[in-house]
């Protein structure tokens, strides 16, 4: 089985460029152990799906008009039955219609077979911010999940908790 890392490397590689637009792609973060996300997809159908969510969100991201500098991250969620979620956690945070676009687009790429549910996070900078240098996003909705469970939890439970 192909790693997911490895198979990740590429892209990041060929996506951590800053772009005339001004959309900057600053690689994906497995919010996940490498071997949980082996046993429930493989690279082959991740990394494809990935990078077509990422094309969704560069273009929500180029067609924005008169944002400020911003930079965060996409997090995507995939679980059994095809299903998807995405959190946003910019600073500052984007417009809500610029939001809702990327989230729409996102929501559009089909979603892969996978055996649990899987967690990552794509790094962006907008309107001239660079990507974000810390390691972890951290999006409001997962704050307040992770308080009210009075525990520490691992982020796919987490995720879990807050699927709507």
């Not at 039955?81 to 910019?90: T, Y």
Request: proline share 8%.
């Amino acid at each position: 089985m192909r790693s997911i890392l490895v198979f990740l490397a590429g892209w990041l590689c060929a996506s951590g460029v800053q772009a005339a637009n001004g959309v900057t792609a600053g690689g994906v973060v497995l919010l996940q152990a490498e071997p949980v996300i082996q046993a429930r997809v493989t690279a082959d159908k991740l990394a494809p799906y990935l990078k077509q969510v990422d094309t969704a969100a560069t273009h929500a991201l180029k067609a924005a008009a008169s944002v400020p500098a911003s930079a965060g991250f996409v997090v995507v969620a995939i679980r059994p039955g095809e299903q998807s979620a995405f959190w946003l956690d910019f600073t500052p945070p984007l417009p809500q219609a610029l939001a809702n676009d990327l989230i729409a687009g996102a929501k559009a790429v089909r979603v892969p077979m996978v055996k649990g549910t899987v967690v990552v996070a794509m790094k962006y900078g907008v309107a001239g911010g660079t990507a974000p240098s810390q390691p972890m996003p951290a999006p409001k909705e997962w704050s307040a999940a992770a308080k009210a469970a009075g525990k520490p939890l691992e982020i796919g439970d987490l995720v879990e908790r807050i699927w709507k």
